[in-house]
């Protein structure tokens, strides 16, 4: 899940901050986060912190599929997926 070095990102930076209108480049950073990523919170607040810290707003899409089995399994549901999205 790590992001990786500050080289790494600047080489990328251009690309994602890319917007139709060059004058306004765009300064967020679109970052989806699954239900899975919450079992390490401490890496996940790193790594949005970096974003911010080399000029990019985090906006955070998150998911929770794990805990939803888990809630759904002890009602006696089971977790169904057609192309790996949930449908249960």
């Known amino acids: ?10 080489r990328y930076l251009p690309i ?4 139709a209108d060059a004058s306004h480049p765009a300064k967020f950073a ?3 986060v699954g239900g899975a ?3 390490n919170v401490e890496e996940l607040t ?4 970096f974003l911010y810290h080399v000029g990019l707003y985090p906006v955070v ?4 599929g794990p805990q939803l089995n888990s809630i759904i399994e002890s009602a006696g549901v089971i977790p169904d997926y ?7």
């Open 1 to 10: 899940y790590f992001i990786g070095t500050k080289r790494e990102v600047e």
């Open 16 to 19: 994602s901050s890319s917007s």
């Open 30 to 32: 679109v970052i989806k």
């Open 37 to 39: 990523v919450l079992d």
């Open 46 to 49: 790193t790594n949005l912190s």
């Open 61 to 64: 899409l998150h998911g929770a």
């Open 82 to 88: 057609i192309d790996g999205i949930h449908v249960t």
